[in-house]
């Protein structure tokens, strides 16, 4: 039970929870960021205010919840994915969120958040996409790389060379291709922490038959994002991943399950939150997201 809710000064509005862990008898401390909208609503300069960030597949599900929490924490958000429709659906929930837009066509700039349609799995497009945010910002400070697709279902022996490259050029490549486009700008942002975040899943930590290639795309993930996480530490980058288990968005149906018993596209976000809010020194490296009950 908390004893001593506090408020810090110099990080993200939050409560200090002073615990005893249950077996060892220690004192356990933890920093729980508050609500979303109470933190907009209290913090005159958001713990992100001034940071840039880049977020893939930001039209709709997951991506959009991200964009919105990262929006909300105060940086100026990115938006990419292929559909530009959707993409300026996303920016108007954030300008009707508190953040705005100043129209330049393609590129919106100066507002909480940027529309750019980039295809992660055509290099040329992400480049574009690493070009615009250097010269318009000059600087980024979290990339989450969440854009992906599910595999067509069924064994593997049956699925075909064109789905195989569908799901692996999604899924990994496009995390390679961002990554190498947009590390080295946050390399070159010296002294700053930055974060890029893999959305994998708990099927790059289990057996998925019939989705093998979509597991073998999360596994390869997840290894990606262990290797260049020490690649990146003496930059001052945390690469970390976030591992869910089904979350309740258009990706895939899920029949049986009980939609509200399910992870929701904000369980996702509110992972994402507390990575970029940690202090400097701490690094949540992996996070595995499963629902409270089974739906
Ligand atoms: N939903 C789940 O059960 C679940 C569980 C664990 C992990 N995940 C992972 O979470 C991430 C998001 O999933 P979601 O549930 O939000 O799926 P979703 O609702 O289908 O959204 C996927 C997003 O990725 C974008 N996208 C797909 N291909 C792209 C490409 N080539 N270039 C740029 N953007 C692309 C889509 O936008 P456009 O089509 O407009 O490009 C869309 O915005 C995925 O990586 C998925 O593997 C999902």
Not at 25 to 37: G, Q
Not at 53 to 62: L, N, Q
Not at 212 to 241: C, D, F, M, P, Q
């Amino acid at each position: 039970m908390p004893k001593t809710p506090a408020v810090s000064k110099g990080i993200p509005p939050c409560i200090i929870r002073y615990t005893t862990h249950p077996i060892q008898n220690r004192i356990v401390f933890s920093r729980i960021l508050l609500e979303d909208r109470l933190l907009t609503s209290t913090a005159s300069n958001p713990p992100l205010a001034g940071q840039v960030a880049v977020v893939t597949g930001a039209g709709r599900g997951i991506g959009r919840a991200i964009a919105l929490t990262l929006a909300e924490l105060g940086s100026h958000t990115v938006l990419c994915g292929r559909s530009r429709e959707a993409l300026e659906q996303t920016a108007a929930a954030i300008q009707r969120s508190g953040g705005g837009n100043s129209g330049r066509g393609l590129e919106k700039v100066a507002g909480k958040s940027s529309v750019i349609e980039c295809d992660v799995t055509d290099l040329h497009s992400v480049e574009s996409l690493a070009e615009h945010v250097e010269r318009t910002f000059h600087r980024l400070d979290i990339l989450v790389n969440n854009a992906g697709i599910g595999g067509a279902g069924g064994p593997l022996h049956q699925l075909s060379p064109d789905d195989w490259d569908r799901v692996l050029n999604t899924n990994l490549r496009g995390v390679y291709y961002c990554i190498r486009s947009l590390a080295p700008l946050m390399i070159n942002s010296k002294g700053r922490n930055g974060h890029i975040i893999n959305i994998s899943s708990l099927a790059g930590k289990n057996a998925l038959p019939n989705g093998a290639a979509y597991a073998a795309s999360k596994w390869g993930l997840n290894g990606l994002t262990y290797s260049v996480a020490e690649e990146l530490r003496a930059h001052n980058i945390r690469v970390s991943v976030i591992c869910p288990g089904s979350v309740h968005t258009e990706f895939s149906p899920h029949p049986g399950k009980n939609a509200e018993k399910m992870l929701q596209a904000a369980d996702v976000a509110h992972a994402v939150a507390m990575i970029v809010t940690q202090a400097p020194q701490s690094f949540a490296s992996e996070i595995l997201l499963r629902p409270t009950q089974k739906p």
